[in-house]
């Protein structure tokens, strides 16, 4: 073992977060550049678009939860979660390379259109991320104690993943999105592949007590994803209507979507209640199940559709250039009357995705980090998430024009950054260490089945609407929604002592 694994320095957080930042690099491309070729290559509308961004949270459905069972029990390679790491970070790097060649690739399986190969890459891209994003985190809680340095290592993972993001956005600003996909390429397989050599995973993993010794069973597994119960209602029912049925359900589709909402809220509600009369593990992690589930309905809502959002709302408002296009001309000498309209609305986005993962990267170590030593990772989190609720409301009511589309992002940006830090710390001291694979798995449930419904629902409620606030105003009623399911979510002993100290 390496001395800065056993003295827990930065440098090793650093060396730590290197599998999670290849995974969210991976991420960030998709986001920057997925839905601006599908849209402004291969001119597909926004409901096809969310049809192909929907492979991601089946992938996940399915990856997550198997992955994470598997890399509980298993031992090859030197390691439990290295191998999985090591197939996913080389897998997700061939899919970016067939990214920008969906064209290419559709003409030579003889299809006549681009959907079904678009549906597969992003399928096979996803299935790769999700193989290894559940070891990524989870190789993190294996190698660190309980408390500040556990809390300490998920906020250096997501200071070193979203520097790395916010890198990712650069790079397609100033140069373009097929720059981005070939050096996502290079640095997703190295960080994927490198850091296997230096950290040591433990080859016993340490368990909370003789009441969870026992395996996991069906039953148990089902009851801990019961407050998800109203969004797996409408993943099953939207794979089943857009993939088998072809739509024959569409009329349909808005209803289920509230539908399945309101069995989310009556669930959870119940499920709240019967964890007030006592305190315990499994019930804490179903309310932080619950309480995540719509934090991501809303973020996964803006990732999908703020490319037509932008191209729809926000072009039609430029009185001149895009200062996205000025920033851009600034950094290559570009000549900016050379940028078509489709780049300048592929560089509005990359720059406002650019300043969130800005935020996202900053905030973590420096500021929720420190904060949530003092007031509790809880209540960090919940504060986080409420101004990220502004934000998207600040857009909805006055974000038609670029400037403020960039400041009200800043500000959503603060819910990001506390998203992908501090729930991992949180819900990672209410479950078995021995079963953190399979707890980590059904925890990022909570963030795929949302996907889903963002994915094969909130498409069709916005190519409905006519508003185009409609977008920005389901994102921050999500983030809204969270935000007060988390006030119920109880800090754990180890917060609290860290807190007292």
Not at 40 to 51: A, F, N, R, S, V
């Amino acid at each position: 073992m390496l001395l800065i694994q056993k003295n827990f320095t930065k440098s090793f957080f650093v060396l730590l977060s290197l599998p999670a930042t290849a995974m969210g690099f991976a991420l960030s491309i998709q986001i920057a550049a997925l839905s601006w070729i599908l849209r402004t290559k291969y001119q597909l509308d926004i409901e096809e678009i969310g049809i192909v961004w929907a492979a991601g949270p089946i992938a996940g459905i399915f990856g997550q939860v198997i992955i994470g069972i598997i890399s509980d029990k298993v031992w090859f390679w030197g390691g439990r979660r290295r191998p999985f790491i090591l197939i996913g970070g080389t897998l997700a790097a061939m899919m970016l390379l067939a990214l920008p060649k969906i064209g290419i690739l559709s003409e030579s399986l003889g299809f006549s259109g681009v959907l079904t190969v678009a549906i597969s890459v992003a399928l096979m891209l996803d299935l790769a991320i999700n193989i290894s994003f559940n070891p990524t985190r989870s190789i993190i809680a294996d190698v660190t104690p309980e408390g500040r340095i556990r809390t300490g290592g998920y906020t250096w993972m997501q200071t070193v993943s979203g520097t790395l993001g916010v890198g990712a956005y650069l790079i397609s600003v100033v140069w373009d999105n097929y720059i981005l996909i070939n050096v996502g390429v290079i640095l997703v397989f190295l960080f994927s592949v490198l850091p296997s050599f230096f950290i040591q995973e433990p080859k016993v993993l340490q368990q909370k007590g003789a009441e969870e010794h026992a395996s996991v069973s069906t039953r148990e597994t089902l009851m801990a994803i019961l407050p998800l119960a109203g969004f797996v209602f409408f993943g099953c029912f939207g794979i089943i209507n857009k993939i088998l049925l072809q739509e024959r359900w569409d009329n349909l589709q808005n209803i289920m979507v509230y539908f399945s909402l309101g069995l989310t809220f009556v669930l959870g509600l119940w499920l709240i209640g019967r964890s007030a009369q006592k305190e315990t593990d499994k019930g804490e992690f179903q309310k932080i199940l619950l309480a995540h589930a719509f934090t991501w309905l809303g973020i996964q809502s803006m990732f999908v559709y703020f490319t037509s959002y932008v191209g729809d709302v926000v072009m039609p408002n430029l009185s001149g250039n895009a200062l996205a296009n000025h920033f851009s001309s600034s950094l290559t000498g570009k000549n900016i009357m050379d940028i078509n309209l489709d780049d300048t609305t592929g560089n509005v986005v990359a720059l406002s995705f650019l300043l969130l993962n800005l935020v996202g990267a900053l905030l973590p170590a420096l500021v929720l980090g420190p904060i949530a030593v003092k007031i509790g990772r809880v209540k960090t989190h919940m504060y986080a998430l409420f101004l990220a609720a502004i934000g998207f409301l600040g857009m909805a009511w006055f974000g038609t024009s670029e400037i403020l589309i960039y400041l009200f992002i800043c500000v959503v940006g603060i819910g990001w950054a506390a998203t992908i830090s501090l729930p991992f710390a949180i819900m990672s001291e209410r479950v078995d260490q021995a079963k953190m694979g399979l707890y980590m798995g059904i925890f990022n449930l909570s963030v795929v089945l949302p996907q889903l419904m963002a994915s094969l629902g909130v498409g069709k409620i916005l190519s409905e609407s006519t508003q185009g606030s409609t977008l920005f105003l389901i994102c921050g009623a999500a983030m809204l929604a969270s935000g007060l399911l988390w006030l119920l979510v109880k800090e754990t002993a180890q917060s609290k002592q860290d807190i007292a100290q």
